[in-house]
């Protein structure tokens, strides 16, 4: 075949892989470096020069105690990243993560997204609510194996002899040991469709298919398979119960933002609420009946999505094998792949034109050097930090009271330190209860007044947003 045949053919595939490729690279530049993203580097190179981490070494307070690092592979892939590739790195890591998500959306539901190009491009800019979530952290491989998961049991509920579904428990493997904290969820949507199956009814608007025993036999057989592939971690059948013991933890789930539920009261999630209320349109006016089994995905994604906005991303990817089967089909008029093309080359000028920086940002710390050497020359031993600054303070091997861990430390210190940054409950007799000679506060909370009326602390380095007290008494 010649190339200007091959290429008519496959024109609309090409125009939005290209997109794809192009707004993936445009979606870097929403990247978000957090604190935890340091530990993780941290815990990677002990990790690569060692053993497989089980107990905690980068607090004074926890050191020693045990520690469900169920994202240890994810540890070890970054650490690598970074070795192999410096800060360029943290480019590398979302891209890959973004592309590849698209591209498993994309062409897993291929003949869907080119029978109307134009909502296609649509719902691929629905995928901004993603921005939020761009970080060097394992959940963006966690988008990736609910991709693959969903493609798989949907394929096998249309087709009794898809063999996808036998790939799962690889992909379950992967998910306990990169982030093993979500990794039931892959056993958890057999059981979904399984129950979803069972039913058969024809409504008005909606329409039931029972699975057969065949199909049941598979979903049932694999969900088996994949919780016990679960167990195949450095901690053991303690990965299967892990998820329902933090869901359980409310000191944690109260604690953390990316926990927080989604609500109308704040402005910021209103993209959500679009996504779902574009997804209920389009499938109550469509001419199809709603099919069962795509109403409870949208149940469960939007319960998910409402509970908790790190949940927003599995609605898109849920859904992605859901709406398109509802959106009808357009005829392609023509010159849509030079659009796609002119679109695609929109993003990767953009893309280009901010490189510089985007570059700088990758070079970005919240803790300057400056202080970072001070608390090194001051050496403290109870240092009493900030959240947030934990895990830059473990990246430069400073002990921390508290760090992104948060699960490490809600049975044990987290309670207490949120008393005592925000001065609530009795917060001078944990402060004396835990004796601590350091602290490293931001002036936005309220400890940073205490200390400064305190006669007890002298500041040993005021900067623009933080400040480094020392307790008279240990000079």
């Known amino acids: 075949m010649k190339i200007k045949e091959w290429f008519k053919k496959h024109k609309y595939i090409l125009g939005f892989s290209f997109v794809i490729i192009c707004f ?87 003949d869907n997204y080119l029978k109307n190009i134009i909502f296609s491009l649509v719902w691929l800019v629905g995928f901004l609510i993603f921005c939020v979530f ?19 049991l949907y394929d096998l509920f249309k087709n009794e002899n898809s063999k996808k579904i036998y790939l799962l428990p690889i992909v379950t493997l992967l998910w306990a040991n990169f982030h093993g904290g979500s990794s039931n969820l892959s056993y958890i949507f057999c059981l979904i469709f ?44 303690k990965m299967l119960v892990y998820p329902y013991t ?71 990817i849920l859904m992605n094998y859901v709406v398109f089967n509802y959106v009808p089909t357009r005829k392609t008029d023509r010159g849509t792949t030079r659009i796609l093309f002119m679109l695609g080359a929109v993003f990767l000028g953009i893309f280009i034109s901010n490189y510089d920086m985007l570059a700088k940002e990758y070079n970005k710390t919240v803790i300057s050097k400056k202080m970072i050497e001070i608390i090194k020359k001051e050496s403290p031993e109870r240092l009493f930090n900030m959240y947030d600054y934990g895990g830059e303070l473990i990246y430069n091997d400073i002990k921390v009271f508290v760090d992104g861990r948060a699960d490490l430390y809600s049975r044990y210190n987290l309670d207490d330190y949120s008393k005592i940054s925000m001065l609530n409950g009795d917060y001078v007799k944990l402060i004396e209860k835990y004796n601590f000679d350091y602290f490293l506060v931001t002036k936005e909370y309220p400890i940073t007044t205490y200390l400064h009326y305190n006669d007890n602390y002298e500041v040993i380095l005021d900067e623009e947003e933080m400040i480094l007290y020392k307790k008279k008494d240990s000079i």
């Open 24 to 110: 993936s690279l445009f979606m870097t530049m929403l990247f978000y470096k957090d604190s935890d993203y340091f530990w993780h580097i941290k815990a990677g190179e002990y990790m690569f020069n060692n053993d497989i981490l089980t107990k905690d070494i980068f607090s004074w307070f926890m050191n020693g105690k045990y520690w469900m690092s169920h994202e240890w592979a994810f540890d070890y892939l970054i650490y690598l990243l970074k070795y192999l590739f410096g800060n360029s790195h943290l480019f590398i890591y979302p891209f890959v993560c973004i592309v590849g998500l698209l591209l498993i959306l994309f062409f897993s539901n291929k």
């Open 134 to 152: 761009i970080q060097a952290r394992p959940h963006m491989i966690s988008f990736l194996f609910v991709a693959l998961t969903i493609w798989f």
């Open 194 to 237: 399984v129950i979803v199956g069972l039913f058969k009814f024809n409504g008005m608007k909606i329409e039931a298919t029972r699975l057969n025993k065949k199909q049941i036999i598979k979903y049932l057989s694999v969900a088996l398979i994949c919780a016990l592939v679960i167990c195949i971690n450095p901690h053991g059948v």
């Open 246 to 316: 933090n869901i359980m933890d409310s000191v944690m789930l109260n604690f953390i933002s990316e926990w927080q539920p989604t609500v109308l009261s704040n402005a910021s999630h209103y993209p959500y609420f679009i996504l779902v209320i574009l997804i209920v349109f389009i499938m109550l006016f469509s001419k199809e009946k709603i099919k069962f089994i795509d109403l409870a995905l949208l149940g469960v994604s939007v319960f998910l999505g409402l509970k908790s906005i790190r949940f927003w991303g599995y609605t898109y």
